[in-house]
T-cell receptor, first 111, second 111 residues
């Protein structure tokens, strides 16, 4: 069955370190998205991609980057982790004009 | 950009009663409105959606209504059960193929 996975599921890191969160989907969706979820803010868009080599900034992109070298993967990199980036991160994929399917989430703690 | 507001932020109902969650959006060009249910520690999962050319859609105990003129849409859950307890998110899809999410409603069904 097609699915979307994220790794790691939990990560603890220190301020200033570079961190990469992986997202892999086997739906063959062109569109992939990264969100962060914080209490009181719902789901906020960090970056998104409409296809290979395409990346776009979302609402809260500062301090994050993505790259899309194939259809299946959209890794999210925190270049220099900050305590404000402690959050739950969700990856999602979908087709244009349709709904999104979410991964299981990564809980990131920056100490 | 789009702005989605969701009310109420918390809702408690007695088992068997109905629950209604409302969302408003600002971009009249938004054309697709999904609703997600998120149980504690889990990923958001699509439960129902509606497109802008439809006024109402039902799926068993769940229904969604859309008023394009007033730019609001609502989730209706009838005959609520304890397993309906979760956080519910509405979303709006803009012509730029970005989803904007409401801040969520925590629904508690009291047995």
């Amino acid at each position: 069955d097609a699915e979307i996975t994220q790794s790691p599921r939990h990560k603890i890191t220190e301020t200033g370190r570079q961190v990469t969160l992986a997202c892999h989907q086997t739906w063959n969706h062109n569109n992939m998205f990264w969100y962060r979820q914080d209490l009181g803010h719902g789901l906020r868009l960090i970056h998104y991609s409409y296809g290979v080599q395409d990346t776009n900034k979302g609402e809260v992109s500062d301090g994050y980057s993505v790259s899309r070298s194939n259809t299946e993967d959209l890794p999210l990199t925190l270049e220099s982790a900050a305590s404000s980036q402690t959050s739950v991160y969700f990856c999602a994929s979908g087709v244009t004009g349709g709904s999104q399917y979410f991964g299981p989430g990564t809980r990131l703690t920056v100490l | 950009g789009e702005n989605v507001e969701q009310h109420p932020s918390t809702l408690s109902v007695q088992e068997g009663d109905s629950a209604v969650i409302k969302c408003t959006y600002s971009d009249s060009a938004s054309n697709y409105f999904p609703w997600y249910k998120q149980e504690l520690g889990k990923r958001p999962q699509l439960i129902i959606d509606i497109r802008s050319n439809v006024g109402e859609k039902k799926d068993q105990r769940i229904a969604v209504t859309l008023n394009k003129t007033a730019k609001h849409f609502s989730l209706h859950i009838t005959e609520t059960q304890p397993e309906d307890s979760a956080v519910y998110f509405c979303a709006a899809l803009t012509t730029g193929n970005q989803f904007y999410f409401g801040t969520g409603t925590s629904l508690t069904v009291i047995p």
